[in-house]
């Protein structure tokens, strides 16, 4: 077995077969992101607690009680039956034991060193905590219990206002018009409505600031070459080492080029010489929550059906750095296992919840990905998702012979939409809630080489209404990233890698576009300090660009911010966790619901009304930024307001990359805010067959390297790196760094 | 004044060499044999095993952090203390530290140990 490392330090495989391809893609992979692959596995696993102590003891149990391992047991199982899939995994496994087993402690990577333990042996379960731990990052999409507790505070018809599952302006990733395949017969259904009312209740914190992907690909009827170009970017937690490792994986079954996932096998978003494919999030609700009520303390019963039914009990054993071992009983119930009760995340509630979620349906991604890597044409992508269960994904496809397609592939409860199944809190005590089949797979939103000559995907809408499956569509789907990429598909012909390049890093900001003028209309100018008005004419001159020298960007980002927590702060309530409105919504609330009761200020006596929110927000934005950098003359450009960040896992400073300066935000294509954003922008040509690709980061884990941030730069300006995608190991020439070969 | 060279020196040299094939500690055994063989006075006996090590760990930890351009050996001193930061010669200079009070006390050992038997 041959490696050759190029002077990116990229490592290109060359094996005899398929399990020795695997085997040094396991020991590569260890040997420069070892620490890494295991701390993200004790993550997945809830098992922080052992290296990090008491601090993240609340964080493990609650891995736990999500049931992330014992999901990943079952898929363990379940990937074993298929002994092709158990071959190449376990191969995988061997080769990161043969690194880890010629370490002698002076050769751990420094993290060991700096936090005190030492590296175990890999086994298959963990590719399966890998593979589930991507599944809870992308699985936080559902608002059952926040939905319910705003109803319950402000009722249904400002909730009806405010969430609405359709909205006019989005384009879904399906064009409308698209034949579906309807339902063979309609599924037995309860019709009986009902809503659970609340009181207090534990949830799991979601992000403020939702992560999101782009990915598209135009047919060779838009390219320059006439052949299809398709590209990828999943935007996600900036982090050191990099969450993707680069690699070209060569064996007489394939030659496929791209990013891995250390600690899992095969290339996740990439392409070969046939076909290239990329992810973004589906976003769709696959998680519901389940009230259970138990017969006594015992907790040995629970009702269901009018009957008291078994459950069953799973004692989690946290061995906890410094404390010893601590013991968490967790109930399993026939909906899956109750996360919250009187043990866990609330202080004095008798709300047993429980969680049911696609995850814990054994599957086998793995074989999803294998079948991409060695795929040559559109069937066989089909046939590669059809194993594909969770976190849903909206899969971009292209084939060098002229193809494109999207489908958003995963397991997708059949949810009921006269009771709006899974949007509120469901009834765990009798069927009426649950899940009784899931769509099938030919059914999941799909397009292939559509008349408009492209595909794309940014976390909107996978449909238009027509679509014959109810799903919730409260608060979750994007709506300014996919116009923009739509637009400038649809403007553009004879479109190139140059291109691509380009609008990956284009830095339009369609929401500021379209809230701004409002805003500024909505502004009483008779109550703002005179001194202000220069920041009120840079914003009147502003572009709605947010490029890195930008000046506005910096005011618009913060008055949007300070007016968006204004005019939701009644909903910032710790004891009623609630989703506040998106974007799109609140600018909807600015035009559409003037005399709403939401531009009143709680905090405060006198009664607010739309203009003062608008007025006094910008007053406040300008006072506080005057306070925070001494003076208005000090105000920074956006790269600098921004200041991104790509964090150690440690969340040590020393060990992160810091003050990266680059343009973007939320909801704009180049997706870069603080500390989240593109994580690895890959661009497919298949008119001369070249790969460009880049990521914040660098291939090695290790923060003594030269190659551990090298390319954070490069990615900051929106350059790429032109992929090695090599035949054989001689035509590398110049480019190769060194090269090993491994005799097991 | 000639025993204080000679058993520097050896200390050094031993140090150093050992140091390739066995564990960090090995310069404890090294300072107090050393110290056992050449007689001095206690108080010179420590002073010539710490700067035997505090030189040899200076110097080790030098050359190792600048095989990679002092890369690690930055963020190592952002990290430790607020003494070190931005010094990666402070870290320097610790490191020799440690190293030659392990190397200084043993050696005081041996030197106390002649005088016990004695």
Not at chain 1, 245 to 274: C, Q, R
Not at chain 1, 673 to 687: A, C, E, K, L, Q
Request: glycine share 6%; proline share 5%.
């Amino acid at each position: 077995m041959q490696v050759y490392f190029d002077d990116r330090l990229v490592p290109h495989v060359f094996a005899k077969n398929d399990a020795d391809l695997y085997f040094m893609q396991g020991y590569i992979t260890a040997k420069y992101r070892l620490w890494q692959m295991e701390i993200q596995t004790h993550d997945a696993a809830g098992r922080l607690s052992e290296i990090a102590g008491e601090k993240t003891l609340e964080k493990d149990k609650l891995t736990r009680r999500i049931g992330m391992p014992w999901s990943a047991e079952a898929a363990e199982e379940y990937i074993k039956k298929d002994e092709f899939s158990r071959n190449l995994i376990e191969a995988y496994c061997k080769g990161v034991n043969a690194y880890i087993q010629q370490l002698s402690p002076k050769d751990y990577p420094f993290e060991y060193k700096l936090l005190n333990y030492e590296p175990e042996e890999w086994k298959p379960i963990k590719v399966a905590l890998l593979l589930k731990n991507m599944a809870n990052m992308l699985s936080v999409y559902e608002y059952d219990i926040e939905n319910a507790n705003f109803i319950s505070k402000f009722g249904e018809a400002e909730y009806r206002k405010l969430y609405p599952d359709w909205v006019q302006d989005e384009e879904p990733i399906v064009p409308s018009g698209t034949p579906w395949v309807q339902p063979l017969s309609a599924k037995e259904l309860s019709t009986s409505e009902h809503r659970t009312s609340l009181s207090a209740m534990a949830h799991i914190t979601k992000p403020d600031e939702i992560t999101g992907s782009n990915n598209w690909a135009v047919s060779g009827s838009k390219t320059k070459s006439g052949k299809p170009i398709l590209c990828n970017d999943p935007h996600l937690k900036l982090s050191l080492p990099a969450i993707w490792y680069e690699m070209h994986l060569v064996s007489p079954n394939m030659n496929v080029y791209g990013a891995t996932l250390p600690g899992s096998p095969a290339v996740i978003s990439g392409f070969n010489d046939s076909i290239a494919w990329g992810v973004t999030n589906a976003g769709r609700d696959v998680r519901d929550w389940y009230t259970i009520q138990f017969k006594d303390d015992s907790r040995n019963e629970y009702q269901y059906n009018g009957q008291w039914v078994k459950s069953e009990k799973r004692i989690e054993k946290h061995y906890v750095r410094g404390k010893g071992v601590v013991e968490d009983e967790v109930i399993y119930t026939r909906f899956g296992p109750v996360v919250f009760d009187k043990n866990f995340g609330q202080a004095s509630s008798t709300q047993n919840l429980a969680m049911k979620w696609t995850a814990h349906i054994p599957s086998n991604e793995f074989k999803t990905f294998y079948l991409f890597n060695c795929g040559k044409n559109y069937d066989d992508y089909i046939e590669a998702l059809n194993h594909y269960t969770c976190p849903a994904q909206n899969f971009v496809f292209a084939a060098r012979s002229g193809d494109i397609a999207i489908k958003e592939q995963g397991r997708f409860p059949i949810r009921n939409k006269a009771t709006e199944q899974g949007k509120f809190l469901s009834q765990g005590n009798s069927a009426v809630d649950e899940w009784v089949d899931f769509i099938p797979n030919e059914a999941n939103p799909t397009s292939k080489n559509p008349a408009r000559g492209f595909v794309s995907s940014a976390n909107q809408h996978p449909t238009d209404s027509t679509y014959p499956y109810y799903y919730p569509g409260v608060g979750v789907y994007e709506n300014y990233r996919n116009r923009v990429i739509n637009q400038l598909l649809a403007d553009n012909n004879a479109i190139d890698a140059d291109f691509m390049k380009k609008m990956q890093d284009n830095n339009f900001n369609l929401q500021a576009k379209e809230a701004l003028p409002v805003m500024l209309s909505l502004l009483d100018s008779s109550k703002i300090n005179s001194a202000f008005y220069p920041v009120l004419e840079q914003l009147r001159q502003w572009d709605c660009y947010n490029n890195p020298n930008s000046l506005a960007a910096s005011f618009y980002e913060q008055w949007w911010t300070t007016l968006y927590d204004w005019l939701w702060d009644e909903m910032s309530d710790p004891l009623y966790p609630m989703k506040k409105p998106g974007a799109y919504m609140t600018l909807k609330t600015l035009q559409n619901d003037t005399a709403s009761q939401f531009f009143d200020v709680k905090a405060t006596r006198p009664k607010e009304n739309i203009h003062d929110c608008v007025t006094l927000t910008f007053n406040l934005m300008v006072e506080n930024l005057t306070a925070k950098y001494g003076s208005l003359e000090s105000v920074p450009v956006w790269s600098l307001f921004k200041d991104t960040r790509v964090e150690h896992l440690s969340q040590q400073p020393a060990l992160s990359a810091l003050h990266v300066m680059n343009g973007g935000n939320r909801g704009i294509i180049n997706a870069t805010n603080s500390t989240h954003g593109p994580s690895w922008r890959m661009i497919v040509d298949f008119g001369d067959m070249k790969g460009y690709v880049v990521y914040p980061g660098g291939q090695s884990g290790n923060p003594g390297s030269a190659y551990y941030t090298n390319m954070v730069d490069t990615w900051a300006k929106g350059a790429y790196y032109t992929a090695n995608f090599i035949k054989t190991p001689e035509e590398m020439g110049g480019k190769k760094l060194f090269s090993t070969t491994y005799k097991p | 004044m000639k025993n204080f060279i000679l058993s520097t020196v050896a200390t050094l040299a031993l140090c150093g060499l050992l140091q390739l094939f066995l564990p960090w500690w090995i310069i404890a055994v090294v300072a107090g044999v050393v110290a056992f063989f050449v007689p001095q006075k206690p108080g010179f006996a420590f002073l010539s095993g710490f700067v035997a090590v505090f030189a040899l760990w200076v110097t080790y930890a030098y050359l190792l952090s600048s095989a990679n351009n002092h890369l690690l050996a930055e963020k190592v001193a952002v990290l430790m203390t607020d003494l070190t930061k931005n010094s990666i010669r402070m870290l320097h200079l610790i490191t020799g530290l440690v190293g030659g009070l392990v190397a200084g006390f043993a050696a005081l050992s041996g030197s106390l140990l002649v005088k016990l038997i004695k």
